[in-house]
Nanobody, 120 residues
Framework: QVQLVESGGGLVQAGGSLTLSCAAS????????MGWYRQALGKQRELVGA???????AYADSIKGRFTISRDNAKNTVILQMNNLEPEDTAVYYC??????????????WGQGTQVTVSS
């Protein structure tokens, strides 16, 4: 079992910055990906960014150049630095962990979500 605890959401004006943090605890295997998804009101949940245990990253096109994802493997923590925020970034942001052992099924865990609101 894995627990994900998120922090750092809030209200910010357009052009501002926020940092989201997610700490994972529990049975985390060496093969894992940590990431952030978001879900705006009335829309489907979408990937914002993800980072593999080896450090490779992937980002949604809509946030490239504005958001940066990083991780601390020793602390099982993933950070999402969000700069130059836009009203369209308003959503509930969810931390996600995917982890597996070689040859076994993938386990998929979610945080409780943190609200990010960007005012114009």
């Amino acid at each position: 079992q894995v627990q994900l605890v998120e922090s750092g959401g809030g209200l910010v004006q357009a052009g501002g910055s926020l940092t989201l943090s997610c700490a994972a605890s529990g049975s985390i295997f060496s093969i894992n990906t940590m990431g952030w998804y978001r879900q705006a009101l009335g829309k489907q949940r979408e990937l914002v960014g993800a980072i593999l245990s080896g450090g490779s990253t992937a980002y949604a096109d809509s946030i490239k150049g504005r958001f940066t994802i990083s991780r601390d493997n020793a602390k099982n923590t993933v950070i999402l630095q969000m700069n130059n925020l836009e009203p369209e970034d308003t959503a509930v942001y969810y931390c996600n962990l995917k982890t597996k052992r070689a040859g076994e099924p993938l386990y998929d865990y979610w945080g409780q979500g943190t609200q990010v609101t960007v005012s114009s």
